[in-house]
């Protein structure tokens, strides 16, 4: 299949015109990025938007791979002489990996089975003469293929042979292995019991010990919760169809009457279901859930990453961390308005600690020392404690005091990176910043850490790790690219994310940027080591360069465009600068005189967009969240109260919501609202703040059960 062909293929999966996907492959081949590709080549690609984009992307990359599985069966048949022009045809034709894999089979070269032992008895022309299922005495018939030098003993030995040739015959026939796959794939039943003896050590386990459920409707957390109960030992796991309906399917198909030869096909056939074709379809079924579950996984979770990433950012202030801790204190760290520390501490703010009016003092005398606008606190042990103490400081209005969620703070302070960033502290000291930094732009700090420390995922350790490493990947390069970086303020593990930037050009960047100073313009970025004309047309959309010579530096707008922007001021008598400033002079803009054939409407109304709000933030305004005051731990917790809560994850079967004591709250699917939710991210976002009423509280077993309705 060559590219147009390919090309062709996924236009027609995906609903779409094949020139937008021969558009949007050419692209991709000369190395442009998704996010630049949505953004910036709108005309080129018929204004399609990253999800269409990369959904193009993984077509082609799932078509090249059969591609290649294709040409590795063709080299292989040909090497061995087996190859015919029917054959090739029946290959080339193939338009999926099962289908693939069928025409091969028969082929592929194989151990020694039973089948094979019988062919080396010389016992395949029996088998043939079987399968013709014509009227005469088998047992006469099987004399004739007696051989005692061979191990042929007797006639019963012969057709216990040809029987073996005649079920592998039956297990590798694609037409039959089509008819069982879709048996397989419409009625087939997850059947699961708890393993002897494994009761007490497998409880998590408890509602898989008796469980049966139709695998075409099973959701994709439950197929991944008894997967992992069965690699752990604790569950017995099947997944067939009802025996007598599968094995009337097989008969159907094998047997042509009632001769004395076709019961010897049946024998075949019934040997050949249960011994070859039901754990292959079983097999191959497993395989199929396990990529249905973990696509439906992987899209949980990168929506919830999404979500998390484009959580609403403070913005530059100056922020107080607090790490809070019983044992050890409370690491207290200072930020000025770019992230930078500039003082760490320790305290110890606790009932019964000898220095909590000292902690109190300490904490005063430094938000007016550096003008603290807000405390963040961690909200893991200790954090609720720890935010009564500071809320019980005269520390002023002007200062919001926000609990943030600290998943993988301790990652980050371990890491690579934040060794680089404070080599003279310690891992307590990193992760009170990385809290911090947190509340002043969620998206600049995450990226730090890998995606799977957040603690957003479901079976995220269980699904397939290089489909979810892409997947999330995606998501904070899109959201990354979505909202733009400060050159002159990114990290380099921020820049890194930059359409067409990566590591190496990223540590470019900094390097550079400590050297020289601040960039004046994007046109300074080509000054930067190995960022060549290619890599500057993919980056420079996304790069920000405020208070610069040329305003457009600031804003979405491509430098490809500037003389665009440039004639527009023009026409109207004013520089670009007035008219980023001035909604009167935009509205004077007619974008229809302005369309050419290689600037339409969908990249004018980008500019439009762009000169009434240079630079924007997508994400929302920042808004505080407080707790409950007299909820601090599970025990406080009764059915019935109504608590301000914020949604932690999102999953197939509800959402978690922290209400304030150390443990997360589910709101069952059934409990998300006063409708049939189908899709419980139809109703809420991590990071959403919602009110939840308490249902019902196992203080043994750590479990909350809230609800959102109305009645709840």
């Given amino acids: 299949m060559n590219v147009k062909e390919q090309c062709a293929r996924v236009a027609r999966e995906m609903g779409l015109g094949t020139g937008q996907v021969e558009k949007v492959a050419g692209l991709l081949g000369e190395g442009a990025t998704v996010p630049f590709i ?21 077509g082609l990359a799932r078509l090249a791979q059969l591609d290649q599985r294709r040409e590795a069966i063709l080299a292989s048949l040909g090497e061995r002489d087996l190859l015919t022009a029917a054959l090739r045809d029946r290959i080339a034709a193939a338009e999926s990996l099962p289908v693939l894999e069928d025409i091969y089979l028969p082929y592929r070269p194989k151990r020694r089975t039973k089948a094979a032992m019988a062919r080396e008895k010389g016992l395949a022309p029996l088998a043939k003469v079987l399968l013709r299922q014509q009227p005469g005495d088998v047992d006469a018939l099987a004399g004739r293929y007696v051989d005692p030098d061979k191990g042929v003993m007797d006639g019963s030995l012969a057709l216990e042979g040809a029987r073996h040739i005649l079920a592998e015959m039956l297990s590798e026939d694609g037409s039959l292995r089509k008819k069982l796959r879709r048996l397989f794939a419409t009625q087939a039943r997850i059947v699961t019991r708890v393993k002897p003896g494994k009761q007490e050590e497998g409880i998590k386990f408890k509602d898989y010990f008796a469980w049966s459920e139709k695998a075409s409707q099973a959701p994709s957390h439950r197929i991944l919760a008894v997967l992992r109960g069965e690699r752990e030992g604790v569950l017995g796991l099947r997944i067939l169809p ?99 520390l500039v003082h760490a501490e320790t305290i110890f703010p606790f009932p019964g600690d000898k220095k909590r009016v000292q902690a109190a003092r300490q904490v005063t005398a430094l938000c007016t020392r550096y003008h603290i606008q807000a405390v963040a606190i961690g909200n893991g042990t200790a954090g609720r404690e720890t935010e009564s103490f500071v809320r019980s400081l005269d520390l002023g209005p002007e200062v919001d005091v926000v609990m943030v969620n600290e998943s993988g703070a301790s990652v980050y302070s371990a890491s690579r990176v934040a060794r680089e960033e404070f080599p003279h502290h310690d891992v307590t000291v990193r992760g009170a910043v990385s809290i911090a930094r947190r509340l002043m732009d969620p998206l600049a700090e995450l990226v730090k850490i890998d995606p799977k420390a957040i603690g957003v995922g479901q079976y995220q350790h269980d699904v397939d790790q290089k489909e979810l490493k892409k997947s999330l990947e995606d998501v904070v390069v899109s959201c990354v690219n979505q909202v733009g970086v400060d050159v002159n303020w990114a990290s380099k593990e921020l820049l890194t994310f930059v359409s067409g930037l990566g590591p190496t050009l990223a540590a470019h960047i900094v390097a550079y940027r400590n050297e020289h100073g601040p960039f004046t313009s994007r046109k300074q970025l080509l000054k930067v080591k190995r960022l060549g004309p290619k890599a500057f047309e993919q980056a420079a959309g996304f790069l920000r360069i405020r208070g610069g010579k040329q305003p457009l530096d600031g804003s979405a707008v491509h430098p490809e465009r500037y003389p665009l922007v440039e004639t527009m001021a023009r026409d109207l008598g004013c520089t670009v600068s007035e008219l980023m400033a001035s909604p009167a002079l935009q509205e004077h803009i007619r974008i229809k005189d302005y369309v050419t054939h290689k ?48 949604v932690t994850n999102v999953t197939r079967f509800g959402a978690f919501v922290d209400v304030g004591v150390h443990q997360d709250g589910l709101v069952h699917i059934s409990q998300l609202a006063d409708r049939y939710v189908k899709d419980p991210a139809d109703v809420v976002k991590v990071g959403q703040q919602v009110e939840v009423a308490v249902l019902e509280v196992n203080v043994a077993r750590k479990r909350i059960s809230l609800s959102m309705r109305a009645e709840g």
């Fill in 38 to 58: 949505a953004r910036y080549r709108k005309e080129m690609t018929g204004d399609l938007d990253e999800v269409a984009i990369a959904g193009i992307r993984d």
């Fill in 599 to 646: 600037v339409g409407l969908p990249t004018l109304r980008h500019i439009m967009a762009e000169l009434k709000k240079p630079g924007r933030d997508p994400r929302s305004v920042f808004k505080p969240f407080v707790f409950a005051d007299n909820v601090a731990a599970i025990q406080d917790l009764q059915p019935g109260m109504r608590l301000p809560g914020i």
């Fill in 242 to 340: 009802d025996e007598t309906q599968a094995m009337a399917l097989v008969l159907s198909h094998a047997v042509q009457n009632n001769t004395p030869s076709a019961r010897q096909v049946e024998l075949a056939a019934r040997d050949a279901y249960k011994r070859l074709l039901a754990p292959s379809m079983e097999t191959e079924l497993r395989g199929e859930l396990k990529k249905r579950a973990d696509q439906e996984a992987i899209r949980v979770f990168a929506e919830n990453l999404r979500q998390l990433l484009m959580a609403p950012p403070l913005g530059p202030k100056r922020i107080m961390g607090l790490d809070p801790g019983f044992r050890t204190g409370v690491k207290l760290v200072c930020l000025d308005e770019q992230g930078g």
